[in-house]
C-alpha cells in the first residue's frame, strides 16, 4: 500500500471508528435522539425544574443540584460567599442537626450581635484594645455554649446511613453543586432531607466554618507559589468582570462577612427559580414528580436573579504579572476568547487539542520532546469558567537550564504555523474522535449524566444541547481552525503570567 493510500486509508479508518461510536453497546442501537425522549422534565409551580433520565441498570440514583450561582456572581466585599455558603450547607436545618433549635437559635443571633460590636470597634481609627478583649472572650463563651446544641454532621451522617457513598459540593466561578447517589428505595428519602435543606437551613457554627474556609486560602493560595500566581493572574486578565477574583475569596472578605450577609445571599440566590435539579438512575419519572411537587413544591418561589451586569472590556494590549517564590519557573499565556455558547467554541476546542492536549500534541512534541526546553506544556481551554466570555490558556514548566522565554518562543512559532498552514487532517479527525468518545464515555456514567444535565441546561441554555454536541464536534473544519487562531491569539489579547525563582533575582 503506497502512501496517499495508506493515508487515506487511515482518514477513512479514522470516520469509521467515530460513527462506530454512535453505535456503541452502552448506546444500545439507540441514538442520542432515542436517548433524548426518555428524558422527562418538569417545572414545578415556584419555578424549580427536575430532568430525570430512567435507567434501570442497577438500584441506584444519582442526583445533582445545580445553584446557578458561583464566585461571578459576588461582589467587592463578599468575595468567597458562595463557596462559604457551600460549606454551610452541610450544617443542617431547624430539626437536623440540632438538639434544640429554640435555644439554640437565641444564641446564635447573641453571637452575630457581639460580632458586629467587635467588628464595629476594630474598624475605628484607635479601636479599645481592652473592650474588644472582652468582647473577644464573650464572643467565645457564646460559641461554645451554641456548641452544645449542635449534633455534628448530623446531615451527612443521615445521607451515609442510608447509603449515600458519594455526598459531595463543589463551587466554581460559574456555579455551586451538590451531588449525592442513594438506593433506589431512598428517593423519597432524599427528597425530605434535601428539600429541607432549602427550605429551612440554619447556618450554624458560621465563624468556625469561616476559620475553616481561611485556612483553605492559605493553603490553596497564599503557601502555593503557583496559587499565587493563579491569582493575579486572574485579576490582571479580567480587569472588570468578575472572573478577576478566585472561587475562596479574599481573606478580608472572608473575614468580614456575615451571617447575615450569607443568608441575604442564600436568599436571592437559592430560590426554586435559579435551581436545577437533575436525576439519573434506577427511578421512575412520574414518582419521582410526584415526591419533587409533595416536598420541594413548598418551597416558596422568587425572581430569577439579575444576571451579571459587567462584561469585559477589550483589551488594548499585552499584559504581564510576575510572581517571586521559592519555586521553579512557570509560564501562563492567556487569550481572552467567548462563552462557551458562541458559535466559535467547537473550533477553538479543536485548536486547543490541536496544539497543546496530550503527549502527541504540537506543543509536547515540541517543547519536551524535540527541544527538551520544557518538562511540562499544554492548553486549558476554559479558566476560570466557561458561563461568560473567559480565557484560553498555554502553560509550560522549564526544563532546568531553559528560560520561560525561550518557552514562549517556541509557543509563539507553533501558534504562528497554525495562522499560516491548515491543521492537517489527520489532526482535526483525532480532536473529532477524542472528543466524541470522552462524551460517550460520561453519558454512560449516571453521575456525569445528570452532572451534563443540569450544565447543558443552566450553562447551554438547554438540556437538549447536551445531544447535539456531536453534531457540532463533526462540524469543525481545518478552516474554522486557521480562522480562531488568527482572531483571538494575537499579542495584544492576551496576558503573560509568569513564576520567577526568588533565588535568580
Not at 467515530?18 to 435522539?33: D, R, T, Y
Not at 451527612?156 to 442513594?182: F, H, K, P
Not at 493560595?221 to 480587569?239: M, Y
Request: hydrophobic residues 40%.
Amino acid at each position: 500500500m503506497n502512501v496517499k493510500n495508506r493515508r487515506a486509508f487511515s482518514w477513512g479508518l479514522g470516520l469509521l471508528l467515530l460513527g462506530c461510536l454512535m453505535l456503541s453497546p452502552f448506546l444500545q442501537a439507540q441514538n442520542f435522539e432515542a436517548i433524548a425522549k426518555k428524558i422527562k422534565v418538569k417545572t414545578l409551580k415556584n419555578g424549580l425544574k427536575f430532568i430525570v433520565l430512567e435507567r434501570h441498570e442497577a438500584p441506584v440514583v444519582y442526583f445533582h443540584v445545580y445553584a446557578d450561582v458561583g464566585s461571578a456572581n459576588e461582589s467587592y466585599g463578599i468575595t468567597g460567599i458562595s463557596h462559604l455558603l457551600e460549606h454551610m450547607a452541610f450544617k443542617g436545618t431547624k430539626t437536623v442537626g440540632t438538639k434544640n433549635y429554640e435555644e439554640e437559635s437565641k444564641i446564635l443571633e447573641e453571637m452575630d450581635a457581639l460580632y458586629a460590636r467587635i467588628r464595629a470597634e476594630e474598624a475605628k481609627p484607635h479601636p479599645d484594645e481592652a473592650k474588644l478583649k472582652k468582647m473577644k472572650a464573650e464572643f467565645e463563651a457564646l460559641r461554645q455554649k451554641a456548641k452544645e446544641y449542635v449534633i455534628t454532621d448530623e446531615f451527612v451522617d443521615l445521607l451515609m446511613q442510608e447509603g449515600d457513598r458519594s455526598v459531595n459540593a463543589y463551587t466554581s466561578n460559574d456555579a455551586t453543586q451538590y451531588i449525592n447517589s442513594l438506593p433506589s428505595n431512598k428517593v423519597e428519602f432524599w427528597m425530605a432531607i434535601t428539600s429541607d435543606r432549602f427550605l429551612n437551613p440554619v447556618f450554624r457554627e458560621f465563624y468556625k466554618e469561616k476559620e475553616v474556609v481561611m485556612e483553605e486560602r492559605r493553603l490553596s493560595v497564599e503557601t502555593r507559589p503557583l496559587g499565587r500566581l493563579l491569582e493575579d493572574f486572574q485579576a490582571t486578565a479580567f480587569k472588570a468582570h468578575p472572573y478577576h477574583h478566585e472561587v475562596i475569596g479574599h481573606m478580608s472578605d472572608i473575614q468580614a462577612i456575615t451571617r447575615e450577609d450569607v443568608r441575604h445571599y442564600f436568599r436571592k440566590y437559592y430560590n426554586p427559580a435559579n435551581l436545577t435539579v437533575a436525576i439519573v438512575g434506577d427511578v421512575n419519572p412520574e414518582e419521582v414528580f410526584r415526591l419533587a411537587e409533595l416536598y420541594f413544591g413548598r418551597i416558596p418561589s422568587g425572581e430569577k436573579p439579575e444576571p451579571v451586569r459587567t462584561v469585559e472590556p477589550e483589551q488594548w494590549g499585552e499584559r504581564r504579572v510576575a510572581v517571586e517564590a521559592m519555586a521553579q519557573p512557570f509560564l501562563l499565556i492567556g487569550y481572552h476568547r467567548p462563552s462557551v455558547r458562541h458559535q466559535d467554541n467547537f473550533a477553538l476546542e479543536a485548536l486547543a487539542s490541536i496544539l497543546g492536549e496530550g503527549r502527541s500534541s504540537r506543543l509536547y512534541r515540541r517543547l519536551v520532546k524535540e527541544t527538551q526546553v520544557a518538562i511540562e506544556c499544554g492548553v486549558i481551554n476554559g479558566f476560570p469558567g466557561d458561563k461568560f466570555p473567559h480565557l484560553i490558556i498555554f502553560y509550560a514548566v522549564p526544563a532546568r537550564g531553559h528560560s520561560v522565554q525561550e518557552c514562549l518562543g517556541l509557543i509563539e512559532e507553533e501558534i504562528e504555523k497554525v495562522k499560516k498552514e491548515l491543521p492537517k487532517q489527520e489532526e482535526l479527525l483525532k480532536y473529532k474522535r477524542q472528543a466524541g468518545m470522552s462524551l460517550l464515555q460520561q453519558m454512560k456514567s449516571h453521575a456525569r449524566m445528570a452532572a451534563l444535565l443540569t450544565y447543558a441546561e443552566v450553562i447551554l441554555g438547554d438540556w437538549r444541547e447536551l445531544f447535539r454536541q456531536i453534531e457540532k464536534i463533526n462540524a469543525v473544519t481545518a478552516e474554522d481552525v486557521q480562522r480562531v487562531a488568527r482572531k483571538y491569539l494575537i499579542k495584544k489579547n492576551r496576558t503573560i503570567g509568569e513564576l520567577v525563582p526568588q533565588s535568580s533575582r
